[in-house]
Structures are given as structure tokens and as C-alpha cells.
């Protein structure tokens, strides 16, 4: 058990998600369970593998997917363009 609770702090201070400040604005990444509250429209967004990696490698732990797949699996890239604005 204490094995599964280090793993699970290491990997929560490691995490591969790279939050941005674009254009003086402070961007975090966002998952499943965050998107509502972070994701924002004017900002793109790229999976971030590394942590669907960790993930799926650590599924047996339940804490590592649940933070990998809710609160980190997407992280900000750079503005939307006006063309990908309107698709």
C-alpha cells in the first residue's frame, strides 16, 4: 500500500500536461472530470500522450488513471485561429 500511495505522489508531481500563459493569461491543461470548469473556447488543445501512456500502464493503481484521464489529459497549445473558430 505505501508503494501505491508514492507512486501515486511521484506521478502526481510528474505529470507530462504543460499549462500556458498565452498572451498574459494563465492556460491549465484539463481532463474528463475538469473540462467544464478549465477548457476554454478561444484556446487549442492537444492530447497529451505521455499521460495516456501513464495511464493505461497504471490502471491498476485507479488513483494514476483517474488523474492522468480527469484532470490532465488535454493541455493548451497556442489561440484558435479565425478559421478554426468558426468550424
Given at each position: 500500500?505505501?508503494?501505491?500511495?508514492?507512486?501515486?505522489?511521484?506521478?502526481?508531481?510528474?505529470?507530462?500536461?504543460?499549462?500556458?500563459?498565452?498572451?498574459?493569461?494563465?492556460?491549465?491543461?484539463?481532463?474528463?472530470?475538469?473540462?467544464?470548469?478549465v477548457?476554454?473556447?478561444?484556446?487549442?488543445y492537444?492530447?497529451?500522450?505521455?499521460?495516456?501512456?501513464?495511464?493505461?500502464?497504471?490502471?491498476?493503481?485507479?488513483?494514476?488513471?483517474?488523474?492522468?484521464?480527469?484532470?490532465?489529459?488535454?493541455?493548451?497549445?497556442?489561440?484558435?485561429?479565425?478559421?478554426?473558430?468558426?468550424?
Amino acid at each position: 500500500m505505501k508503494k501505491i500511495i508514492a507512486i501515486a505522489a511521484a506521478l502526481s508531481l510528474s505529470a507530462c500536461g504543460d499549462p500556458k500563459t498565452i498572451d498574459g493569461v494563465y492556460y491549465d491543461t484539463y481532463g474528463l472530470f475538469s473540462k467544464d470548469e478549465v477548457r476554454s473556447d478561444k484556446v487549442q488543445y492537444k492530447l497529451v500522450m505521455g499521460n495516456v501512456v501513464w495511464g493505461a500502464l497504471l490502471f491498476e493503481t485507479v488513483i494514476a488513471p483517474i488523474y492522468f484521464f480527469g484532470f490532465s489529459l488535454y493541455e493548451p497549445v497556442g489561440l484558435k485561429t479565425d478559421m478554426e473558430k468558426r468550424q
